[in-house]
């Protein structure tokens, strides 16, 4: 099934092209917000499963292109991001010591929105083509043989990044957290309608140019196991979500006017724009691009507005 809100917040399920009002479904959720309906619904899946899928059966239905999406998960209590999580087409030696960050629910957007970047001295901001998965019941202290239990499903997610911030002793928070940095959706596929997650493959392309490409089989370390080491720090609520990471090499920069679309395999498809007031410039290349040419660092420089070295 794959869930999503529309409009002003209607709980709907996706079937096909169209998406049908559910909401009446969710009536006896008590909820101050739509994440309190979500977070409702997914607890009380099992046994509003049926007649979620008899009032999408039996509704009319309208046309995806005729409403406005909102992110399915509006306002996570937890936003748990795996950090160089992909051994990279193979390239690495051996998985990177297992690590994640936080990002605040107040960066969440949904499809069809913009992510805005900043007025700060950022190297480059780029946005990493994730899916991220839907924790389906309270998680503290799970072993990894039993983590896919606490599984509710996935969804495309976005981690927007800007890098090169400063001091160095602060760099996740300032660089991960920004407004509209995390861009979630179009809807929640539930897990019964994945067959395998660590064999989906993911792309990412920037105003329609493939930019990365890549499969959830080159992951480090799996979803069991990142839920294990998650909930050994901390407890995992309904409606979280841990994204599972990225391949960086085909990384790139996002600039004024971009528009981004990240497909995951029987997740739909995510969309956004991106802002940039000061019209910032970078050229136009993967971080793959970048290191086979020759240059120096880990990102292409910015080459024009604010903050460019030119500039300064």
């Known amino acids: 099934m794959k869930l999503a809100f529309f409009d002003n917040y209607k709980l709907g399920v996706v079937v096909g092209d169209k ?34 899928a008899a009032a999408a059966k039996k509704g009319k239905g309208k046309p995806l292109s ?23 087409d193979g390239t690495l ?50 072993k990894a043989k039993d983590a896919m239990k606490y599984v509710f499903g996935y969804t495309n997610f976005i981690d927007g990044s800007a890098r090169g911030v400063v001091p160095p002793t602060n760099v996740f928070y300032q660089m991960k957290s920004r407004d509209t940095f995390a861009p979630i959706g179009p809807y929640i596929v539930t897990a019964d309608e994945i067959k395998d997650p660590h064999k989906l493959p993911i792309v990412l392309t920037n105003n329609g140019v493939v930019m990365q490409k890549f499969n959830s089989d080159d992951m480090a370390h799996k979803i069991p196991r990142c839920i294990e080491w998650v909930t050994a720090i901390h407890t995992l609520l309904p409606g979280d979500i841990v994204a599972t990471g990225t391949n960086h090499r085909g990384l790139n920069p996002f600039m004024d006017g971009d528009k981004i679309e990240l497909t995951t395999e029987g997740l739909g498809t995510l969309h956004i724009k991106v802002k940039d007031p000061l019209k910032r410039k970078w050229a136009r290349i993967t971080r793959l691009k970048h290191k086979e040419s020759g240059a120096q660092g880990v990102h292409t420089p910015q080459t024009g507005g604010k903050y460019a070295p030119a500039a300064k």
């Open 19 to 52: 998406i049908v009002d559910v909401s009446a479904v969710a009536k006896g959720i008590k909820a101050l917000g739509p994440q309190d309906v979500i977070r409702g619904v997914i607890e009380q899946y099992p046994k509003l499963k049926d007649k979620l």
């Open 66 to 88: 005729k409403v406005k999406l909102r992110s399915p998960l509006p306002k996570p209590e937890n936003i748990i991001c795996m950090a160089v999580n992909y051994m990279e």
């Open 93 to 142: 030696p051996e998985p990177a010591p297992i690590n994640a960050f936080m990002k605040s629910p107040s960066a969440v957007i949904g499809d069809g929105d913009t992510m805005v970047l900043p007025d700060m001295a950022a190297s480059v901001f780029e946005g990493e083509a994730e899916f991220a998965v839907v924790i389906g019941k309270k998680a503290s202290n799970v």
